[in-house]
C-alpha cells in the first residue's frame, strides 16, 4: 500500500513537468510551421512574380502591337516589379540559408527582416503609389471586349487560379505581400518563448514592418495629392468661371485676409529654413533652364537663317581656281555635315531640353500649391490654439499641407540634383556637338585647302598678307563708295503717316527737333511695355535704354503712348517742320510735303540738280479692275487726288500707260536726280 502511494505522489509531481514540456514543443512545432509558411509562400510569391515579369509582360507586349497600344502601358501597369523580384530573390535565398541552423532561424529570420526593412519600403512604395494608375489601365481594358478576351486569355493560361479577376488578380499580389508580411511575424512571434533569445528581435522585426506599411501608405498619399496638384489642365475662360462657387471664393478670401494679417505683421509668419533653401536652388534651376532653352531657340534660328544663305547656288562669274574649290566645298558641307548638324542638334539638345522644361512645371505647381496650403495650415493652427477642436474639412487642410510639404522637403533635393546632373549633359552634348562640327568642316575642306596657292605659308606671313589684301581692297571700295555718294540722291526719306502732322508739331513743341527718331520699318511689341508701331511713326526719345541698363531699347514717346521699342528701327528725323499756319493751310492735301533738311555740300563735289518725283512707298495689289497694282519704289504720276465721290484717301494715277485707282497714303514725293545718271565735272 505504501509502495502504490509513494508511485501516485511521484506520478503527480512529474505531470506539470510533462505538460509544460509538451506546451513547449506544441509552441516550437507551431513556430515551425510558421516560418516553414513564410518560406513556402515567399517562394511561390516570386515564382508568380517572374511569370508577370517575363512570360505574362511579354505575351501582353504582342498583344497590345497588335491592338496598336501605346507601349508606355506595360511600364504603368507592372511599374518596378524587376526591382521588387531582385530585392525578394536576396530575400529568399536569405530565408533558405536559415534552415540549416533550426536552433537559432527564428532570430536569423527577425535579423533578416531588419536587414531588408529599408529596401522593402523603397521598392514597395513605388509599385504601391502606382497601383492605382494601373487599375484605370484595367478598367479601360474591359471596356473592349476583344482586347479583354486576349488578356484574359494569356493570364489563365499563365496562372490558372487568376480566375475572372485576370489581370487584377496579379497586380495586387505585391500588396498582399507587403501588408502579409508583419502578420507572418507576429505568428513566429506569438510562438517563440518570451524569454527566448529571438523573442525581442521579432518584436523589432514586427514592429519594423508595421512601420514599412504605414510609410507606404503616406507615400501613397502624398502622391495622390501631388498628382492632384500637378495637373495642368488647359481650360477656357468660361471652363475657369463656372468653376467658380461661394465654396471657392470663402476659401480665396480667407487665404487673403490670413497673408495681409501676416504682412501687417498682425499674425506672425511660418518660418521653415530648409524649405527655402530648396526653393531658392529650384528657381535658380528654373532659371537655368529657361535661359539656356532661349538661347538655343535663338541659336537655332540663326542656324536657319544660315543654312538658307547659299551663294554657291549663285553664278560667280569667277571661272576655276579657289571660287569653284569653295563652291563644292560649301555645296559639300550644306547637303551633309550641317544638315546633320542640324538635325542632331534638335534630338540631342533641343528636345531633352524641352523636355527638361516641361518637368518642371510640375513641382513648380506644388511649390505655388504650398503656399496657398501653408496659409490654410497656419489659420487651423491659429484657430486650434483659441478654439481647442478643428472641424473635419480643418483637420483635412492640415493633413494636405503636412503631406505637401513633407513631399517637397524629401524630393526636391533629389530633383534639384538631377535636373543640375540633366543640364549638364545638355551642354556636355551641345559643346560635341560643335567640336564635331568643326572637326567634320575641317576635315572635309583639307583637300580643298591643299589646293589654295597660300596653303603652304606660315600662319604669320599669311596674316600679314592677308591685312594688306583687305587694306588695298577696302581702300578701293571706300573711293568707289565715295564717287557712289557725289552722284547718287539724296537718300529717301520715310513718309508720314497720314494725319500725324499735328502730332509731329505737339512733339516738337514738348522735346525740341533733337529728340524726334522716326520708325524705318514696322515694329510688333512682344513684352508688356512694348509698343506696336507702324513704319514712319514720329516719336520723342525719352531714355537711350531700359530699366537693365540694355542701349538695344529706347523708351520713347508716341504723344499718347509711352513704352520701349528697338533702338536699330529708330532714324533722327531730319526734316523742316512747318509752321503751324502752314498746316492749317494745308488741311485737306494729300500729298505729302516734307522736303530733307538741306546739307551742307563740299566746294568739290559737283551739285545734281533734283525735282521731285512721286513714288509708292508700299506694295499695292489690285483687289477690282479699278484698281491698279502697285510695287514698293514704283514711279506713278498723279491724275487726281481723289475718287469720283471726291474721297481723298484714294488717288487716280497713271503707272506705264495704265490708270486705276491706288490709296493715297501709299504714295510719296521724293526728290530725284536730273537728269538720271552720272554728273561729270567738266
Known amino acids: 500500500m505504501a509502495d502504490a502511494g509513494a508511485d501516485e505522489l511521484s506520478s503527480r509531481s512529474e505531470s506539470p513537468e510533462l505538460e509544460g514540456r509538451s506546451s513547449e514543443d506544441r509552441s516550437l512545432l507551431h513556430q515551425r510551421l510558421a516560418i516553414r509558411e513564410l518560406i513556402d509562400t515567399e517562394v511561390s510569391y516570386l515564382h508568380t512574380l517572374r511569370l508577370c515579369a517575363s512570360d505574362i509582360r511579354s505575351r501582353l507586349h504582342q498583344q497590345f502591337r497588335c491592338f496598336q497600344l501605346p507601349p508606355g502601358d506595360l511600364e504603368v501597369l507592372f511599374s518596378n516589379i524587376d526591382d521588387i523580384i531582385q530585392v525578394s530573390s536576396r530575400f529568399l535565398q536569405g530565408l533558405q540559408e536559415t534552415a540549416c541552423r533550426e536552433e537559432e532561424q527564428a532570430n536569423l529570420i527577425g535579423n533578416l527582416f531588419l536587414e531588408f526593412q529599408e529596401e522593402f519600403e523603397h521598392v514597395y512604395k513605388v509599385y504601391c503609389a502606382n497601383y492605382d494608375q494601373a487599375l484605370l489601365l484595367v478598367k479601360a481594358y474591359r471596356k473592349e471586349p476583344e482586347l479583354q478576351k486576349a488578356i484574359q486569355g494569356i493570364i489563365e493560361a499563365a496562372v490558372p487560379q487568376a480566375g475572372p479577376s485576370g489581370l487584377s488578380f496579379l497586380l495586387v499580389i505585391p500588396l498582399q505581400r507587403i501588408t502579409k508580411y508583419p502578420l507572418l511575424l507576429q505568428k513566429i512571434l506569438e510562438n517563440t518563448p518570451t524569454d527566448a533569445r529571438a523573442h525581442p528581435v521579432l518584436q523589432r522585426a514586427a514592429s519594423a514592418l508595421q512601420d514599412v506599411n504605414s510609410n507606404i501608405n503616406e507615400y501613397k498619399m502624398r502622391k495622390e495629392v501631388a498628382l492632384k496638384y500637378t495637373k495642368v489642365e488647359q481650360l477656357s475662360l468660361r471652363e475657369r468661371l463656372a468653376r467658380i462657387n461661394t465654396h471657392t471664393l470663402s476659401k480665396k478670401t480667407t487665404r487673403l485676409s490670413q497673408l495681409l494679417k501676416q504682412e501687417a505683421g498682425l499674425v506672425p509668419r511660418t518660418e521653415d529654413k530648409e524649405f527655402d533653401d530648396l526653393e531658392e536652388r529650384f528657381q535658380w534651376v528654373s532659371l537655368c533652364v529657361t535661359e539656356l532653352k532661349s538661347n538655343v531657340a535663338a541659336y537655332m534660328d540663326n542656324l536657319e537663317a544660315f543654312l538658307c544663305f547659299r551663294p554657291h547656288e549663285s553664278s560667280l562669274d569667277i571661272a576655276g581656281g579657289p571660287a569653284e574649290q569653295y563652291c563644292s566645298l560649301a555645296r559639300d558641307l550644306q547637303l551633309e555635315a550641317f544638315l546633320q548638324f542640324k538635325q542632331r542638334l534638335k534630338g540631342l539638345v533641343w528636345d531633352p531640353l524641352c523636355s527638361l522644361a516641361r518637368a518642371l512645371v510640375g513641382p513648380h505647381n506644388l511649390i505655388k500649391k504650398r503656399l ?176 537693365k541698363g540694355n542701349s538695344s531699347r529706347w523708351l520713347v514717346d508716341t504723344g499718347g503712348h509711352r513704352g520701349y521699342v528697338p533702338a536699330g528701327k529708330l532714324q533722327l528725323y531730319h526734316h523742316i517742320i512747318p509752321s503751324e499756319k502752314e498746316l492749317g493751310g494745308r488741311t485737306g492735301t494729300h500729298e505729302d510735303y516734307w522736303l530733307p533738311a538741306p546739307e551742307p555740300t563740299q566746294p568739290s563735289v559737283p551739285t545734281v540738280p533734283t525735282v521731285t518725283q512721286v513714288v509708292a512707298v508700299y506694295p499695292f495689289v489690285a483687289r477690282s479692275t479699278h484698281e491698279l497694282s502697285l510695287q514698293a519704289g514704283q514711279p506713278v504720276t498723279i491724275l487726281e487726288a481723289q475718287d469720283k465721290k471726291g474721297n481723298p484717301e484714294w488717288s487716280l494715277v497713271e503707272v506705264n500707260g495704265q490708270r486705276g485707282y491706288v490709296p493715297s497714303n501709299f504714295l510719296a514725293r521724293t526728290p530725284s536726280p536730273a537728269p538720271w545718271g552720272w554728273s561729270l565735272t567738266s
Open 372 to 547: 496657398d496650403k501653408l496659409l490654410d495650415f497656419e489659420r487651423v493652427e491659429e484657430k486650434l490654439l483659441d478654439v481647442g477642436s478643428v472641424t473635419y474639412e480643418e483637420e483635412a487642410a492640415r493633413h494636405t499641407y503636412q503631406a505637401l510639404n513633407s513631399m517637397l522637403v524629401a524630393e526636391l533635393p533629389q530633383f534639384n540634383q538631377l535636373v543640375t546632373q540633366w543640364l549638364g549633359q545638355i551642354l556636355c552634348t551641345f559643346v560635341f556637338l560643335q567640336k564635331d562640327l568643326a572637326d567634320q568642316v575641317l576635315r572635309r575642306a583639307e583637300s580643298s585647302m591643299a589646293l589654295l596657292p597660300h596653303y603652304h605659308v606660315s600662319e604669320p606671313d599669311f596674316r600679314k598678307l592677308l591685312e594688306d589684301t583687305l587694306g588695298q581692297n577696302s581702300s578701293q571700295l571706300r573711293f568707289v563708295k565715295e564717287s557712289f555718294e557725289k552722284v547718287l540722291p539724296p537718300p529717301t526719306t520715310q513718309p508720314l503717316l497720314p494725319g500725324s502732322e499735328h502730332q509731329l508739331q505737339s512733339l516738337l513743341t514738348r522735346y525740341g527737333p533733337g529728340k524726334l527718331y522716326q520708325v524705318t520699318s514696322d515694329i510688333n511689341g512682344t513684352g508688356p511695355l512694348d509698343l506696336t508701331l507702324p513704319r514712319g511713326q514720329i516719336v520723342a526719345l525719352l531714355q537711350n535704354k531700359d530699366t
